[in-house]
C-alpha cells in the first residue's frame, strides 16, 4: 500500500523516480500564490566558524501572504560569537528559475545545477561568495512531499540537491575578508501548510561519517 502511494505520487508530481533532476532544485511554486518557498544552505567550515544561508520568497509561517522575500544569514566565527541578519526586498526584486536553482533576492543570489552552486549573500556588513561542489548524490524520501489531508492539498515538501558537498570561498565582515573552506549541506522545502499547526515538533541534524551522510 505505501509503495502504491508512493509511486502515485511521484507519478503526479512528475518526478523521476531513479534520481533527482535539476529542475526540482528550481521554483516549484511559481503558480501558487499561497505557498512560501526556501532554499537553505548550511556550511562548516575547517576554521571552526559556520555559516547558514536561507532564500525566502516569503514568511512559512504566512503561506497565504503576499510575496515578502528576504535573504537570512546566521554567521558564528572561530570565537562563538553568533550573529544573526535577515533583510527584506521588495516583491520586484525577487526573482527565480523553474528549469535550476536560480534565485536573486535583490543584491542576493545563488544559482546552481545539483553539482555545484555559486552564491552571494549579503547584510549588515556580512558578505558570503562561495562556491559548492556535491559529493553525495542528490535525494529526496519518495516523492519528497508530505500531505496534510486527504484531498491532498495541503501539503510540504522537501528536497536535498546536497547531502553533502565541500565549500570554499569569501566571508567578508565589516569591510575584512578572508578565505574558508569546509563541508556544506543544501536543502529545498516548499509548501502551502503552516508547520507549527501540522507538527508537534521537527528534530533535525546532519552526519557524515566514512563514505555515508
Request: charged share 25%; glycine share 8%.
Amino acid at each position: 500500500r505505501i509503495a502504491e502511494e508512493n509511486a502515485a505520487a511521484i507519478a503526479r508530481e512528475g518526478l523521476n523516480p531513479d534520481q533527482v533532476e535539476a529542475w526540482e532544485d528550481g521554483c516549484r511554486t511559481a503558480e501558487q500564490p499561497d505557498a512560501f518557498e526556501w532554499w537553505y544552505f548550511d556550511m562548516q567550515f575547517d576554521d571552526g566558524s559556520t555559516m547558514v544561508i536561507v532564500y525566502n520568497t516569503k514568511p512559512h509561517t504566512k503561506p497565504k501572504s503576499p510575496l515578502d522575500p528576504s535573504v537570512l544569514m546566521i554567521y558564528r566565527p572561530q570565537d562563538g560569537k553568533r550573529v544573526s541578519y535577515s533583510t527584506k526586498s521588495a516583491p520586484n526584486e525577487l526573482s527565480t528559475s523553474t528549469d535550476n536553482c536560480d534565485v536573486r533576492i535583490g543584491p542576493s543570489w545563488v544559482k546552481g545545477d545539483l553539482s555545484s552552486y555559486e552564491l552571494h549573500a549579503e547584510s549588515e556588513g556580512l558578505t558570503a561568495d562561495l562556491q559548492l561542489t556535491r559529493e553525495t548524490p542528490s535525494w529526496r524520501p519518495g516523492a519528497a512531499i508530505t500531505y496534510f489531508n486527504s484531498a491532498k492539498t495541503r501539503y510540504f515538501a522537501w528536497v536535498v540537491p546536497i547531502p553533502y558537498g565541500t565549500v570554499k570561498g569569501t566571508i567578508s565582515v565589516g569591510g575584512e575578508s578572508r578565505n574558508v573552506e569546509g563541508t556544506a549541506y543544501h536543502d529545498h522545502n516548499y509548501g502551502n501548510a503552516v508547520l507549527g499547526s501540522m507538527l508537534d515538533y521537527w528534530y533535525w541534524f546532519g552526519a557524515h561519517i566514512r563514505e555515508f551522510s
